[in-house]
Nanobody, 126 residues
Framework: QVRLVESGGGLVQAGGSLRLSCAAF????????MAWFRQAPGKEREFVSA????????DYDESVKGRFTISRDNAKNTVYLQMNSLKPEDTAVYYC???????????????????WGQGTQVTVAS
């Protein structure tokens, strides 16, 4: 069973940048779609971005398009989320997740993923 560990969260001023990392342990995640979701206090978990197993396809929520970039390094078993031009409304716990099946399609649905990390807090101060 793979274990996902996020890192890179923190406190940043509005307009700043952060890069989140999600490392997989236990087995390779090379063949799986990976995604980032986030959950703000009092709100439901929501889709942020996803990347196909080989990095050839990506998808973003409209709220982060043009500001966030997802990438992956399969040799390092790590997926990244570069977040630029951060806004206070980006404040949330960010989770990475692994798709249910190898070579699966991108999904913005929580049900499309079955392994989750513990999350990393991102706080954007105004």
């Amino acid at each position: 069973q793979v274990r996902l560990v996020e890192s890179g969260g923190g406190l940043v001023q509005a307009g700043g940048s952060l890069r989140l990392s999600c490392a997989a342990f236990g087995r390779t995640f090379t063949y799986y779609t990976m995604a980032w979701f986030r959950q703000a206090p009092g709100k439901e978990r929501e889709f942020v971005s996803a990347i196909s197993w080989n990095g050839g396809l990506t998808d973003y929520d409209e709220s982060v398009k043009g500001r966030f970039t997802i990438s992956r390094d399969n040799a390092k078993n790590t997926v990244y989320l570069q977040m630029n031009s951060l806004k206070p409304e980006d404040t949330a716990v960010y989770y990475c997740a692994e798709g249910r099946t190898p070579y699966g399609s991108l999904s913005a649905m929580i049900s499309g993923y079955d392994i989750w990390g513990q999350g990393t807090q991102v706080t954007v101060a105004s």
